[in-house]
């Protein structure tokens, strides 16, 4: 990971230098922009590995920038937001954020998160394996998702959540186990980031052959990809 190039788009001179310095001692290049409008250019611009996203920002605010990159591009982002601005932290979750950072956050916590995105996000070349179940098929190395014929676009986070609950297909897997495996953090109380992840797949995919949602929500425990073949 060292040497990749991440963008910050941030209008807080300040915060932007002290982020940028952790992360070149940690060995990333970045970039800042502090409007939303030259954010949206750079960030569709290919030159980076991942974008780190202030929701306030001027000309242009987060959440439209957001908007716009995910209708054409899966580039991993990783949110800025306010400490206790829940609404625009699950509005950008829903608009396809990998995951998000309440200012203020320790250093050490943006690395750890940065490094989980950029792990999502990578391409495992040396992997031919392929998952099948029912019409939905994933392709590990190429990190392609299809149903029946059609490519479906999944960002990093939602495709690790996918093959987790694809590998335990019919069986329940745990909010927790979801948590550490494919957020990489240990679940926390008032976590709501696995239920949007989980509501942006589930809408993605669209119903099973039964018209049933393919991934089912188990009250108080989390969640189980139903197999249409088991259910007859």
């Known amino acids: 990971m060292a040497g990749q190039r991440i963008l910050l788009v941030d209008d807080d001179a300040e915060l932007a230098s002290l982020v940028r310095g952790v992360l070149v001692r940690e060995g990333f290049e970045v970039e800042i922009v502090r409007d939303g409008k030259l954010g949206l250019a750079r960030t569709l611009s290919g030159e980076h590995a991942m974008v780190i996203l202030d929701?306030?920002?001027?000309?242009?605010?987060?959440?439209?920038?957001?908007?716009?990159?995910?209708?054409?591009?899966?580039?991993?982002?990783?949110?800025?937001?306010?400490?206790?601005?829940?609404?625009?932290?699950?509005?950008?979750?829903?608009?396809?954020?990998?995951?998000?950072?309440?200012?203020?956050?320790?250093?050490?916590?943006?690395?750890?998160?940065?490094?989980?995105?950029?792990?999502?996000?990578?391409?495992?070349?040396t992997s031919g394996e392929t998952i099948a179940v029912d019409d939905v098929t994933m392709q590990?190395?190429?990190?392609?998702?299809?149903?029946?014929?059609?490519?479906?676009?999944?960002?990093?986070?939602?495709?690790?959540?996918?093959?987790?609950?694809?590998?335990?297909?019919?069986?329940?897997?745990?909010?927790?186990?979801?948590?550490?495996?494919?957020l990489g953090r240990r679940l926390s109380p008032f976590e709501r980031s696995i239920d949007v992840h989980v509501s942006n797949l589930r809408r993605k995919l669209g119903p099973g052959r039964r018209g049933r949602d393919r991934i089912q929500t188990i009250r108080g425990t989390g969640y189980v990809y139903l197999v249409e073949d088991a259910t007859r």
Do not use: C, Q
């Open 140 to 182: 590990l190395g190429a990190r392609l998702v299809r149903r029946g014929r059609e490519e479906i676009p999944l960002t990093g986070v939602e495709f690790a959540l996918l093959e987790l609950l694809l590998r335990a297909a019919g069986k329940s897997v745990e909010r927790h186990v979801i948590s550490e495996s494919v």
């Open 55 to 125: 929701l306030m920002l001027p000309v242009m605010n987060g959440l439209d920038v957001l908007r716009t990159v995910r209708a054409t591009s899966r580039l991993p982002i990783l949110m800025l937001t306010a400490r206790g601005d829940d609404v625009d932290r699950i509005v950008g979750l829903e608009l396809g954020a990998d995951d998000y950072l309440p200012k203020p956050f320790n250093a050490r916590e943006l690395v750890a998160r940065i490094r989980a995105i950029l792990r999502r996000a990578e391409p495992n070349a």
